[in-house]
């Protein structure tokens, strides 16, 4: 299908995978998705197996993303890991304020910005996940949630970062229940992200940036997914674990 901007398909291992596990993974990747073009494929493994996942795809169309960073650049963060650590193994991307980040580490828009930045500053992309609560939806506050993450995460990025931001749409009642947005949710949800990028940048900013959805993708609902005109990629949790659901994912989207 033809879309109006390159897929993004990124798997977020979240806290899974021993390095020898994560390596059986991308070389099992590898062999599947050898010579795809149509669409940016990137995995997000955790820190711990970033230098050997990082060598074993050196000649292949995986990119490396990382799952968090600090906002600082380097000092006494006990446990902290800084952008340009990162950069000493080739990661592209950085997923930015995870939901689950946003819940457990109590992270806030303010500092999901501050991150934002740093990343910028040192040239990683960082995929700024926003999404509302099924309260939230139930309540009709989907839209002033998002509206408001979307503001805050981005505070501070001029409109050529903004224009090298993922965002990505991760309703949290999506998120490992097997329960994904309808394509109609998901469409409507990432059109009016586009309209706020389009008053917060311009509209030939909010034209090019990648917007993906997240929230129990699986092969089977991926085509209809990714065949929404605002819908431009995945970020994929449980499914980008075996080979052969985030292969077929990939596959089911082009
Ligand atoms: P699942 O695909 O497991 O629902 O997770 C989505 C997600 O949180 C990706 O970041």
């Known amino acids: 299908m033809e879309k109006a901007r390159k897929l ?6 979240k806290l899974n995978k021993t390095v020898a596990e994560a390596l059986d993974l991308v070389n099992g990747l590898q062999r599947e998705l050898a010579n795809l073009k149509e669409v940016d494929l990137v995995v997000c493994p955790p820190f711990t197996a970033l230098s050997e996942v990082s060598k074993a795809i050196l000649d292949s169309n995986l990119r490396l993303g990382a799952q968090d960073m600090s906002e600082h650049g380097y000092g006494a963060y006990t446990g902290e890991i800084a952008a340009g650590m990162l950069k000493e ?3 592209r991307y ?3 304020g995870h939901s689950e980040r946003r819940q457990y580490q109590r992270e806030t828009d303010e500092l999901i910005a501050k991150k934002a930045r740093a990343a910028h500053a040192a040239s990683l992309k960082p995929i700024v996940c926003v999404g509302e609560t099924l309260a939230e939806r139930e309540a009709g506050a989907t839209e002033k949630v998002v509206g408001t993450q979307l503001k805050g995460s981005l505070a501070g990025l001029t409109a050529a970062q903004v224009e090298e931001t993922v965002i990505a749409y991760e309703p949290v009642w999506a998120i490992g229940t ?3 947005a309808t394509a109609t949710q998901a469409q409507e949800v990432h059109a009016f992200i586009r309209g706020q990028l389009a008053q917060r940048a311009d509209a030939a900013v909010a034209k090019r940036v990648r917007i993906l959805y997240g929230g129990s993708v699986k092969p ?3 085509r209809e997914l990714m065949s929404q005109p605002d819908v431009d990629g995945a970020l994929v949790g449980g499914a980008s674990l075996e080979v052969r659901s985030f ?3 990939v596959k089911n989207s082009i």
């Open 247 to 249: 292969a077929d994912i």
């Open 8 to 13: 993004l398909i990124a798997g977020n291992w």
């Open 178 to 180: 097997g329960r994904n």
């Open 94 to 96: 950085v997923i930015l």
């Open 89 to 91: 193994f080739s990661v």
């Open 220 to 222: 089977a609902n991926a």
